[in-house]
């Protein structure tokens, strides 16, 4: 027999502990620390808030909406992407499509009018990672990895991250890094059983005695991964690292951060559809599964653009996603007297290289040939192993119209320090707790965006290869594939930025608790200081950007950013948030609150290349111009006793929009970049439970949702369901621990939803069904096999179309199909 107790996991909707990095108490001795074994095998029943309030305090007392994933549960789960261990946290919407990084999210119905994670912000202990999570390209989850490091995710929705955190007006989700206080460590071996991937996973931690201790971890992947692409598509890893000093009263901690990773990201894919709009049923194209493949390959052209330099720059599509970032920071903790101060810094020299095929549009190859060649219009292969010959309809006969977006973004750094204040007082019998702070950030922007478009046959597997177009008398089209050395969607897409963002924000709260009722407020002013220049393309000239000596036909219209000349931006803008509530505590097990708040969001890029800023001054046009609003109440229940509990909170949303949203042209099928100003309305009620048993548990989550566009820049969008937003969202995690084994499935769901905001096509519902099973044989040693989307679900996330087209193939993005990997831990 086994002398270890069998584990039991609290699950996503359990228990949120006390963040690792809070300081002991004065005077606290040092205990005989757990190791990584022990804690991998024992139940944490912590239930303190941390992340978006003042002061760390158990949740029944506070009036927020929060939830934690913990590390085993990230094991048990074993996702493939930080969007698909997100997908696990009631109240978030993810679209978990596009492979590692650049995906989507968004809470409680507020709007996802484009990529990126507008009004969440995505943190690492404490700090952001972007002062905003949706610019162009650079989403915050490209510089953000969950490895053996993560100690845990918490989570809050609404509430008072409006006013703890300057752009998080929906919510904050935030990664929390082990410290050291677990003694030892573990190295795991991961492999994809039927995809290819490889990952080695480490992490030690340890004291040292008089109040030191460290940890550090990461990893290292590589292979082509969960989708075919033809190539080693996904390399790299980071390396973390932690050094604490905790004395009386506090604690000093330094830390660090090394990432260098690429993956490729998946944007579209074809699919077939039939039926109608209100009831459409989809298929894949013969020789692409949605699912496992993609239309990546080796064979298809490099990304070639003309950007501000003036030189032409070429990069090869297995560059993917390349992130990199350098971080160091600090956190401290300390008392002066009755007074607590704590203080977080973290500067982040971030840069990302993406190289991203994003497929625009499909159809008969025959109609493709015709539009952009004339009647009579012929097709070849233009590389693979039947180059020259004549293009062969027998396969599925579909053609591709493929952009490569090129970014460069050489500098996002970051730098952010937040110093907060607090202190109790008693009185009237009560106690007041006071909070004031000051944050201040300073977010680089500097990138530099361009396009090539090209003609590609629909075919997965790696496989794909360019196509030429000729007219019906010989004259090329196309060279090497190549139609356009741009975007076949017009000008005005490439983009040149060099900006600089500030952002100070004084902060204050008061939490005044007596008997079993709390009332709190907060408020916070953010003063947004923007500096920099900006240029797009403004046409097309001929140009040998492949330097071959010749000026093809598309060589002849090469979209350029003019060298040289920038537009300047140049404003301070400010506005307020703040946020009331007041909390109950009915009984020991059962409170209830309810909360007000308005937040903002500042524009950021979004504003950019629009009316809202003078091309002459760089001046914001009006005071509004420079941030979205965000007016929530919430009103929710909270119980917890013997095994059991229950959060249920009522919402309801007023977002004030200004955006810009990427769309399909249904008349020639091509995508551009348009800006809407709209408002939306969303109100339903967040469900998170669980219950354990002995070595049984079961952990659910449901968001049930109604919302719609209040106003727009198209009336007959007005009374619309915003695009993709679904009226349930719900997850069930049962789970069996004894001794030696684990095993549990956790389940996923969405119901439909309307592909675009015109309320035509709709999404399919789709549920994804994981499961995982542990076996342990003996101290230390740890086996396990997980199955991610195990019945191999067609989950479709979105269509760029808003009707079903005449050529019956729209563009869709879909999560990964099934996947097996298997595990080996070993714990010392």
Known sequence: ???????????????????????????????????????????????????????????????????????????????????????????????????????????RGLPLVNDGAKY?????????????????????????????????????????????????????????????????????????????????????????????????????????????????????????????????????????????????????????????NADPSFADPRGLDSRTDSLLSPSLPNSLRLGASGSPTRENLSTGTHAKAKALGFDAQFTLGDWSVTNRFRYADQSLRSVILFPSATAPAAAFATRFGGPGATLSFAAGPRAGQAFDGSGNGLLTLSFIADSDAPDVSNMTNDLRVSRVWTIGGGDLTTTAGLYRSSQEYVSEIGFTTFFQDAVGGGRSVPINLRTATGIPVTDGGVLVYGSAGGFGNSKNTDMTYQVTAPFGSFNYAKGKIAIGGSIRWDNVRAR??????????????????????PEGRVTFIPVGVTFPVNYNHDYVSYSLSTNVRVSEPFSVFARYSRGGRAGADKILFTPAVSTVTGALVNSVAGHDVLRQ????????????????????????ETNSQLLTNPATGLTQLVTVARSYKAYGLEFEGGIRRGPFSVTAHATYTEAEIDAAENPALVGNTPRGQPKLLYGIRPQFDSDMVSVGVNVIGTTGSFAQDVNLIRLPAFTTVGAFAQFRPMERLEFSVNASNLFNERAITSISEGSIPASGVVMARTMYGRTVSASARFFF
Request: glycine share 12%; proline share 4%; net charge negative.
């Open 120 to 276: 969440i912000q995505l943190q690492e202990d404490g700090l952001p990672v972007l002062e905003f999570g949706d610019l162009l390209t650079l989403t915050p989850d490209i510089f953000i990895r969950a490895d053996l490091n993560v100690a845990q995710v918490e989570s809050i929705r609404g509430g008072s991250a409006s006013t703890f955190a300057s752009n998080a007006p929906g919510g904050v989700i935030n990664l929390i890094s082990k410290t050291g206080e677990v003694e030892g460590g573990s190295i795991m071996g991961t492999i994809g059983l039927d995809y290819e991937s490889y990952r080695t996973d480490f992490d030690y931690g340890a004291r040292l005695g008089d109040g030191w201790r460290f940890h550090v971890g990461g990893f290292y992947r590589e292979g082509e991964g969960p989708r075919e692409t033809g190539m080693n598509s996904m390399r790299g890893g980071q390396v973390k690292f932690n050094v604490t000093k905790q004395f009386d009263g506090g604690y000093i901690r330094v830390y660090g951060k090394l990432l260098d990773d690429r993956a490729p990201s998946f944007i579209n894919t074809p699919l077939l559809v039939t039926g109608t």
């Open 532 to 553: 920099g220049n900006i240029i797009n393309d403004t046409g097309a000239r001929p140009f040998d950007i492949n330097g071959n000596g010749t000026i093809s036909v």
């Open 633 to 656: 109440a919430e009103i929710g229940l909270k119980y917890r006793q013997n095994g059991i509990v229950l959060n249920l909170t009522g919402f309801y949303a007023l977002t004030d």
């Open 1 to 107: 027999m086994h002398s270890y107790k069998y584990r039991v996991t609290t699950g996503t909707s359990f228990f949120v502990m006390a963040m690792v990095a809070m300081a002991a108490p004065a005077g606290a001795q040092e205990s005989k620390p757990m190791t990584a074994w022990e804690a991998s095998r024992t139940v944490d029943e912590g239930d303190m808030v941390t992340t978006g309030v003042a002061r760390g305090r158990d949740r029944l007392n506070s009036a927020t909406s929060t939830s934690a994933i913990k590390e085993n549960d990230i094991i048990s789960i074993a996702p493939r992407s930080l969007a698909e261990l997100f997908r696990n946290i009631p109240g978030i919407r993810v679209n978990a499509s596009t492979g590692e990084a650049g995906n989507s999210y968004t809470v």
